[in-house]
């Protein structure tokens, strides 16, 4: 289809086809022209409709015998829209497939609210188990742990707030569900580095030196697990439609924030920690053993002979 241009004396939008030769092409153009032009009882009315799915697009009038296959034009009352549509039209005509109907399903707004409701309830009920179990096992550090979940949350919710200003971001069921989805994730990343730091700490080190010893070999394998998390939501976006895209979405950047939060949260606020005497002096609030070497310290002093001086 040549370009659209108003290239009448008036100055208005008209239409030009143009046809390829051939018997299929121009050939076929005006042998159905030459009835129309001559009123054949084919083509009473003088007008070849243009028809797509059913619908008559346009019904110019033929007013000659036969073209050539570049000087066809289209014209009336056209505005530039309605031109365009029908150069569409023209070009690439309907695609050639069926939709069949696999399922349909009436959802009031009553279910869905309450299916919203029932998901941020689970969210919750699993947040404050995750955080139970996190502080009974790790204390202080589980409490830290908990708080960069808040810090990935807010994190979360001003990208959400951005994008729902700025590109019609929505949050929906199957977003939650991704972002209940990625506390385990994150929870993961914690249990990850303060393993290494206890392996650490049994090995002989002292809690204060293994802090970054630890987090270098924790954050190899937080990398790891989350890039593998990151190319599993990159493939259910590209792959799937609808709300599975959303789930993807939020997971994705729920685990993208996880690597920030670990590398820019969690290794300066367990550092942090780890240099109070008050806490070093009870590792158990830190669910860390205590110190190899304070032990044997404590084991010399104990089994040293001691000298009885006598005149």
């Known amino acids: 289809?040549?370009?659209?241009?108003?290239?009448?004396?008036?100055?208005?939008?008209?239409?030009?086809?143009?046809?390829?030769?051939?018997?299929?092409?121009?050939?076929?153009?005006?042998?159905?022209?030459?009835?129309?032009?001559?009123?054949?009882?084919?083509?009473?009315?003088?007008?070849?409709?243009?028809?797509?799915?059913?619908?008559?697009?346009?019904?110019?009038?033929i007013n000659s015998q036969s073209f050539k296959a570049d000087q066809i034009e289209i014209s009336g009352s056209f505005t530039e829209r309605t031109s365009k549509d029908l150069a569409t039209a023209l070009k690439y005509g309907a695609l050639p497939v069926e939709f069949e109907q696999q399922q349909a399903q009436v959802v009031s707004a009553t279910l869905g609210k309450d299916a919203l409701h029932a998901g941020l309830i689970a969210g919750l009920v699993g947040l404050i188990a995750v955080s139970i179990y996190m502080m009974a096992f790790y204390r202080v550090l589980g409490l830290f742990a908990v708080l960069k979940l808040g810090v990935e949350a807010a994190l979360l919710w001003s990208i959400i707030s951005w994008l729902g200003a700025n590109n019609g971001l929505a949050l929906t069921?199957?977003?939650?569900?991704?972002?209940?989805?990625?506390?385990?994730?994150?929870?993961?990343?914690?249990?990850?580095?303060?393993?290494?730091?206890?392996?650490?700490?049994n090995q002989g080190r002292s809690i204060r030196s293994s802090t970054e010893k630890s987090f270098v070999s924790a954050f190899s394998t937080i990398v790891k697990a989350d890039v593998a998390s990151l190319i599993g939501a990159a493939l259910l976006w590209w792959l799937t439609v609808g709300p599975v895209r959303g789930f993807a979405f939020y997971l994705g950047l729920s685990?993208?924030?996880?690597?920030?939060?670990?590398?820019?949260?969690?290794?300066?606020?367990?550092?942090?920690?780890?240099?109070?005497?008050?806490?070093?002096?009870?590792?158990?609030?830190?669910?860390?053993?205590?110190?190899?070497?304070?032990?044997?310290?404590?084991?010399?002093?104990?089994?040293?002979?001691?000298?009885?001086?006598?005149?």
């Open 1 to 61: 289809m040549k370009p659209l241009a108003p290239t009448s004396d008036n100055g208005q939008w008209v239409v030009a086809p143009n046809f390829k030769s051939g018997a299929d092409g121009i050939g076929g153009f005006n042998a159905v022209a030459g009835q129309c032009f001559s009123k054949a009882s084919t083509c009473p009315t003088g007008q070849l409709a243009i028809v797509l799915d059913g619908r008559v697009l346009s019904a110019p009038s």
């Open 255 to 311: 685990t993208a924030l996880d690597l920030l939060t670990s590398w820019a949260y969690m290794r300066p606020a367990v550092k942090l920690a780890t240099r109070s005497k008050a806490l070093l002096s009870r590792p158990w609030l830190l669910g860390l053993p205590a110190e190899k070497s304070e032990e044997r310290g404590n084991q010399k002093s104990v089994n040293r002979p001691t000298a009885e001086v006598s005149k």
């Open 173 to 201: 069921l199957a977003g939650i569900t991704g972002i209940i989805v990625s506390i385990g994730v994150s929870l993961d990343s914690n249990v990850v580095y303060y393993e290494h730091l206890k392996e650490d700490v």
